[in-house]
């Protein structure tokens, strides 16, 4: 594929997103999801809170501690925020690192 391709500040390839919806056959908005990374602070440890912006319909959430990949804690979500919380195997650190990715609820 040629052309001439940019990036905004976000990283995000605009040119090749506009391709790549137009083949989906269906134009994705920005505004039907969102996505971040949060890093716990120590005051988080029981739990953290974070706000998408968005009424939240699904989710995808994955922890990372020391570099490694967690599978063993609670999420919840209440209209705009994903809650993750402490369980019996899993314990928030400061320094943890929640990759998260929320749908707009339709």
Do not use: C, P, R
């Not at 209209?79 to 929320?102: H, M, P, Q, R, S």
């Amino acid at each position: 594929m040629s052309g001439n391709f940019y990036s905004d500040n976000t990283g995000y390839n605009a040119k090749q997103l506009n391709i790549q919806s137009g083949t989906m056959g269906k134009s994705v908005a920005f505004e039907s999801f969102k996505f971040g990374t949060h890093i716990v602070s120590s005051a988080e440890e029981t739990a953290v809170s974070i706000k998408t912006g968005i009424t939240v319909g699904g989710f995808i959430v994955q922890v990372y501690k020391s570099g490694e990949l967690f599978g063993s804690y609670d999420v919840n979500v209440s209209d705009e925020t994903i809650i993750v919380t402490i369980n019996d195997d899993y314990k928030l650190t400061n320094g943890d690192v929640i990759y998260w990715f929320a749908f707009v609820k339709n």
